[in-house]
T-cell receptor, first 112, second 112 residues
């Protein structure tokens, strides 16, 4: 499984766009990139997944450059309720059975 | 609500004791995963079952064991408990896409 590196923490003001970057230099050709969100004392929640270019859903956007050695989770106009830990995971294609490794994630603090 | 249920929500016990944590996956999900999260730590993958069979193993201690029953619910057994076993234990389930896991609310274990 590809090793990922994320900032330990980030602060942002309410209403701003937040971009959290994850480095995964040894990503394999068939690896996918997945992001989870975890609130204190709750289980993580799947946010978004992508393979290349850009993926957008109702919650976030995921930008993946051509070399795929990094990815950026973009949260538009954050609110206090977006304060959470965000995990970047890289692993084989979604279908199948694989060990999932969560790193320490990025702790996002949204400030009023 | 993820559709994954875990019982009990809280558990307080003494060192040396044995406890059993229970998880019911989302309807139709065949895969169940167990994770441990100590205070301010990342999620540590323990073990995965698929349709009753062990599929992947993480850093699970020998004092810990798990199983998945024919009705797909799973139990995590923790024995000879130590203070350091105090943590949140999460169960997750998934369908065909292993990286889209749905987490339960967790069981908070306190070992005194």
């Amino acid at each position: 499984l590809a090793k990922t590196t994320q900032p330990i923490s980030m602060d942002s003001y309410e209403g701003q766009e937040v971009n959290i970057t994850c480095s995964h230099n040894n990503i394999a050709t068939n690896d996918y990139i997945t992001w989870y969100q975890q609130f204190p004392s709750q289980g993580p929640r799947f946010i978004i997944q992508g393979y290349k270019t850009k993926v957008t859903n109702e919650v976030a956007s995921l930008f993946i450059p051509a070399d795929r050695k990094s990815s950026t989770l973009s949260l538009p106009r954050v609110s206090l309720s977006d304060t959470a830990v965000y995990y970047c995971l890289v692993g084989p294609p979604p279908r199948g059975y694989q060990k999932v490794t969560f790193g320490t994630g990025t702790k996002l603090q949204v400030i009023p | 609500d993820s559709g994954v249920t875990q019982t009990p929500k809280h558990l307080i016990t003494a060192t040396g004791q044995r406890v059993t944590l229970r998880c019911s996956p989302r309807s139709g999900d065949l895969s169940v995963y167990w994770y441990q999260q100590s205070l301010d730590q990342g999620l540590q993958f323990l073990i995965q079952y698929y349709n009753g069979e062990e599929r992947a193993k993480g850093n699970i201690l020998e004092r810990f064991s798990a199983q998945q029953f024919p009705d797909l619910h799973s139990e995590l057994n923790l024995s000879s408990l130590e203070l350091g076993d105090s943590a949140l234990y999460f169960c997750a389930s998934s369908g065909d896409y292993y990286n889209e896991q749905f987490f339960g609310p967790g069981t908070r274990l306190t070992v005194l």
